[in-house]
């Protein structure tokens, strides 16, 4: 099993959808998450840290399932502009190298 | 807006050329990466600098030679490389490496085809 995991997707999807990520991880020592957003051609650039108990920016909502191992990414209202693709990455501790998932290709469309 | 350069952004070479990658970051931080990004592959860690030591060689073939002469600057040297080795190549530093809720922040990349 890999140590992250990623729908590859395309999610495509109407302007003004909520649309939902999940990132699964095998390590239960995993102690840090992220997700990071990559636009076509371009470097990825971090969206958010996930926290414990969940948090919020805007219309990104993450949050942290540890007893099911996984993190996810909610977009409401989604955007045109929000077209990319979407990165996690966890570090385990101990460790203090994160592990990407191959990401999470999303399409809005008018 | 980026804290973090690479040059050239682009490179084609031959398989018989030596080339060097150049990554220079402006945040102050203390450890500096190299990763390989394949089409359709996740980001693949390559190696790993803290205040210019070396701390991390993730099995990365000899035809890749890091370099961090200082902690603001990176470079990745290329020598006898491969078909395959054609890919988008990106730097990132973090604040500090032992701090796991650092997050990574990028540079532009560096796309390499091997002819």
């Known amino acids: 099993r890999k140590e992250v995991e990623q729908d590859p997707g395309p999610f495509n999807v109407p302007e003004g959808a909520t649309v939902a990520f999940n990132c699964t991880y095998s390590n239960s020592a995993s102690q840090s998450f992220f997700w990071y957003r990559q636009d076509c051609r371009k470097e990825p650039k971090l969206l958010m840290s996930?926290?414990?108990s969940g948090n919020e920016d805007g219309r990104f909502t993450a949050q942290l399932n540890r007893a099911s191992q996984y993190i996810s990414l909610l977009i409401r209202d989604s955007k045109l502009s929000d077209s990319a693709t979407y990165l996690c990455?966890?570090?385990?501790?101990?460790?203090?190298?994160?592990?990407f998932g191959r990401g999470t290709s999303l399409i809005v469309h008018p | 807006e980026t804290g973090v350069t690479q040059t050239p952004r682009h490179l084609v070479m031959g398989m018989t050329n030596k080339k060097s990658l150049k990554c220079e970051q402006h945040?102050?931080?203390?450890?500096m990466y190299w990763y390989k990004q394949s089409a359709k592959k996740p980001l693949e860690l390559m190696f790993v600098?803290?205040?210019?030591?070396?701390?991390e060689n993730n099995s990365v073939p000899s035809r890749f030679s890091p370099e961090c002469p200082n902690s603001s600057h990176l470079f990745l040297h290329l020598h006898t490389l491969q078909p395959e080795d054609s890919a988008l190549y990106l730097c990132?530093?973090?604040?500090?490496?032992?701090?796991?809720?650092?997050?990574?922040?990028f540079g532009p990349g560096t796309r390499l085809t091997v002819l």
């Open positions: 600098y803290s205040l210019e030591e070396r701390v």
């Open positions: 990132a530093s973090s604040q500090e490496l032992a701090d796991i809720y650092n997050e990574q922040f």
């Open positions: 945040l102050g931080h203390n450890a």
């Open positions: 990455a966890v570090k385990r501790g101990g460790s203090y190298i994160p592990t």
């Open positions: 996930v926290y414990s």
